[in-house]
């Protein structure tokens, strides 16, 4: 059996906005204050698979997803991103946007998942 999908089971209390085709709510392991993933309803791995009603609907959700954070948090700037494909030697998952408030002074240490490995490995 293959493990369920985090961006599938999203318990309805985390979900901070929401429409017909997509979800705002906090990544599970946020990269700065107030950083959220938008997912689309439906399990999707590609971008550009993705109905244009769908496009349009995660674009609206992105905004308002940064319209809040701008209020709630204040932040300098974003970082808005997602990985398309089979990258850095994960496997295609659930389509997921990263919107990643930056804030002065603070230095976004990215991970594994966006391709960083420790000079370890």
């Given at each position: 059996?293959?493990?369920p999908c985090i961006y599938c089971n999203v318990d309805d209390y985390d979900i901070i906005a929401k429409n017909d085709f997509g979800t705002v709510f906090p990544?599970?392991?946020p990269l700065s204050k107030g950083h959220v993933v938008i997912v689309p309803v439906r399990h999707i791995s590609s971008f550009f698979e993705i109905s244009d009603k769908e496009r349009k609907s995660l674009l609206s959700l992105l905004?308002?997803?940064r319209n809040e954070l701008k209020i709630l948090h204040h932040p300098e700037g974003f970082h808005i991103g997602f990985n398309d494909g089979d990258v850095f030697g994960q496997s295609a998952?659930?389509?997921h946007i990263h919107v990643i408030p930056r804030y002065k002074n603070q230095k976004l240490e990215l991970d594994e998942r966006w391709g960083i490995m420790n000079e370890a490995e």
């Open positions: 059996m293959s493990n990544e599970p392991k905004e308002q997803a998952e659930h389509l």
